[in-house]
């Protein structure tokens, strides 16, 4: 029998790798909650290529449209260094995703986060294991970091947005910083 997976997506360029890694079996919804973007505009950029990705798919999107998440960035995404404050910001996309997908009948979630080697992967890995846990929902572990660059070159040549930072407002000023 097939399987709902439902996969947290942060942004289309690590899409792109994950779901070369997704197991057979599943079918999949992708769903958008990332309230810890800083600028509007930013965030809509990135819903909008994600939506192109998943539409390139096949993959329906689910998750509210633009900005409607919102809440608090010093909630999202406290002002600390890395990783302390990125575990606060894992926890609240995760609990949102275990949370979704356990009340719309998922057997499962993962997400996105995973693929990126820019994440604090094993708190994003922990973060959703904790969630899976207390949501009563399962987890699906998925590390495709390796093809990382192979998601960016999909973007590219699709041309969907790339972001130049994480999300929260310190990774702006950290990315700004670092004059890259
Ligand atoms: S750096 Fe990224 S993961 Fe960490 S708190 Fe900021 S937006 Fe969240």
């Given at each position: 029998m097939t399987r709902k997976l439902l996969i947290h997506q942060c942004c289309a360029v690590c899409s792109a790798s994950f779901f070369e890694r997704i197991p057979s079996g599943f079918?999949?919804?992708?769903?958008?909650?990332?309230?810890?973007?800083?600028?509007?505009?930013?965030?809509?950029?990135?819903?909008?290529?994600?939506?192109?990705?998943?539409?390139?798919?096949?993959?329906?999107?689910?998750?509210?449209?633009?900005?409607?998440?919102?809440?608090?960035?010093?909630?999202?995404?406290p002002m600390l260094p890395r990783p302390q404050r990125c575990r606060t910001c894992y926890k609240i996309r995760m609990d949102e995703t275990a949370r979704v997908a356990a009340e719309s009948g998922f057997e499962a979630f993962s997400t996105t986060l995973l693929a990126s080697p820019y994440q604090e992967h094993e708190s994003a890995k922990a973060a959703a294991e904790d969630a899976a846990r207390r949501f009563g929902v399962g987890f699906v572990y998925i590390d495709s970091r390796d093809i990382y660059y192979d998601g960016k070159r999909f973007a590219v040549l699709n041309r969907l947005y790339s972001q130049k930072y994480c999300g929260c407002a310190m990774s702006l000023a950290e990315r700004l910083a670092s004059g890259k």
């Open positions: 079918r999949v919804s992708g769903f958008w909650f990332n309230p810890n973007i800083e600028r509007s505009c930013e965030s809509l950029k990135r819903e909008t290529a994600l939506r192109e990705f998943n539409a390139i798919k096949g993959v329906e999107t689910l998750g509210l449209r633009g900005d409607a998440h919102k809440i608090s960035a010093a909630q999202t995404s």
